[in-house]
């Protein structure tokens, strides 16, 4: 970490550059704050891609996970896509492979293959549907018509959505190491701390936290919640880096984290330093590979005909 001055200079020469490469800087709601302080847009997932996609910039640095930048190339394949650090991978991502989606539809004739946008591409390319924790409710009720469904890779927001919708899923044994780092233990804790504090948790969380929680949401559904919500008080079941964003978006109210433990180091790994060596150098570039894009892209372009 530098002292002020390096970061006011390293802030002010990503400023200089942006504008000299016609750049657009993107972080997800789980970034350091040095991160979410330079960006132009913060968001969740989806809401990330769909930035990259509307924007007429030229290059896009990409301050999130791998899946993350793989979307908005498949959703912007003419735009140049950077990541800071191309190694901030996301473990639930990588739980599951091409071949096991392929394996499953075996197994499972005629089902439908719905996937959460936390998954590589390859795995996109072997669903029918994307899914994101905003809107995975929403996709499963409109799939009405279909006889099974495969929903992956995550466990713990198939359980919810099977909840939710009363559709039973065919799910994966995935998990986002962070989020089951949150204990039933650590909300009962923090309402005893804070009495008159609403809970809010993200969907990846285990079922006995979602179970003492007021809200279940999404990032974005949080940061909506916390702009409308009459509570003074939120206790936050995340990534320890949304608290960031909704105290500087929200000062009269306070929140409090779940658990200090619930921190994804894979969303720690950019940095300031690391945004301005990217756009000097205008890499590392994250690109799918057409085949691979076209066939993601129909799953990605199939959630959002239903939303
Ligand atoms: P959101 O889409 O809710 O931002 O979640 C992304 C994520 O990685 C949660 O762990
Ligand atoms: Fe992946 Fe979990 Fe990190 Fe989100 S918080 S990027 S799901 S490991």
């Not at 896009?60 to 950077?82: H, L």
């Not at 991978?89 to 936390?118: E, F, W």
């Not at 969303?267 to 066939?295: C, G, H, N, P, Y």
Request: hydrophobic letters at 40%; charged letters at 30%.
């Amino acid at each position: 970490m530098g002292t002020i001055n390096d970061l006011l200079n390293i802030e002010k020469k990503i400023k200089e550059l942006k504008i000299k490469r016609n750049a657009l800087i993107l972080a997800h709601n789980y970034q350091l704050p040095e991160v979410q302080d330079i960006a132009d847009f913060h968001g969740d997932s989806l809401e990330l891609s769909r930035k990259a996609a509307k924007t007429d910039a030229d290059i896009i640095v990409f301050c999130g996970v791998y899946f993350m930048a793989e979307t908005a190339s498949i959703i912007s394949p003419d735009k140049k896509i950077i990541m800071p650090d191309i190694n901030a991978g996301c473990p639930m991502a990588n739980m599951i492979k091409a071949s096991d989606v392929r394996k499953l539809k075996v197994k499972h004739p005629g089902a439908v293959a719905v996937g959460y946008v936390n998954t590589p591409a390859e795995v996109k390319a072997e669903l029918d549907v994307c899914c994101t924790s905003t809107n995975a409710v929403a996709v499963v009720n409109a799939l009405s018509e279909a006889k099974e469904i495969i929903f992956v890779p995550d466990k713990y927001l198939a359980d919810y959505v099977s909840r939710k919708t009363g559709r039973k899923l065919i799910s994966w044994n995935g998990f986002c190491p962070t989020h089951v780092k949150i204990l039933p233990e650590d909300i009962k804790r923090e309402k005893k701390f804070h009495p008159e504090a609403k809970v809010i948790a993200h969907p990846e969380c285990l079922r006995s936290v979602l179970d003492l929680s007021d809200e279940v949401l999404s990032t974005s559904r949080m940061c909506k919640f916390a702009k409308e919500t009459n509570a003074k008080e939120v206790i936050v079941a995340t990534e320890v880096g949304m608290i960031y964003r909704l105290k500087k978006d929200n000062p009269t109210k306070e929140f409090y984290p779940a658990s200090e433990a619930a921190v994804c180091p894979n969303m720690k790994r950019t940095t300031q330093e690391k945004i301005l060596w990217a756009l000097e150098e205008e890499k590392e570039e994250v690109r799918v590979s057409d085949e691979i894009r076209i066939r993601a892209k129909r799953a990605i372009d199939k959630m959002l005909e239903i939303l």
